[in-house]
């Protein structure tokens, strides 16, 4: 089953790769150039939470997504880890060398914010954000823990695990 493997651990690669960038372009977006109330302390305490390890959150998160009834499906693969602060600190400090000037001609032009992004701010950010597509995808795909934690059917399992699961198999049984 080699190739349900590979279809699994693309499919959640895949997804979870483009639904965090699509949540960390409109985040790092907000916290560079929207102005709102408690901007500054929000990014604060979300730098705050870099402080702690993820390894902390472990049983926190499987009780959470036991209760959501997530056990052995797609979502519990993809979902708990959409948002990266690293991600977001790092596109936002991209986002801000981007000169300001930029951003109010846009206004002045009847441009929104949206398309503003998407013209101009995303093809100036494309090397950091083909960086965090690539960090992402090989988070996705080497990740082994977390999928072997809640993943435990075959219909569900990821190439880590699954070949892992091969070579125990095949050990246990040469030494019987």
Partial sequence: NLGRLFFNTALVGIVS?????????????AFARLEFKGKNAMFAALLGTMMIPGELFTITNYATINSFGWTNTYTVLIVPFLVSVFYIYLLRQNFLQIPNELYLAAKVDGCGDLKYLWKVMIPLALPTLISITILKMMGAWNSYVWPRLVANDEAHRL????????????TAKQFL
């Fill in 17 to 29: 790769t483009l639904l965090s960038l699509v949540i960390t372009v409109l985040s790092a977006f």
């Fill in 159 to 170: 190439i880590t695990n699954g070949l892992r699961n091969a070579f125990t198999a095949t």
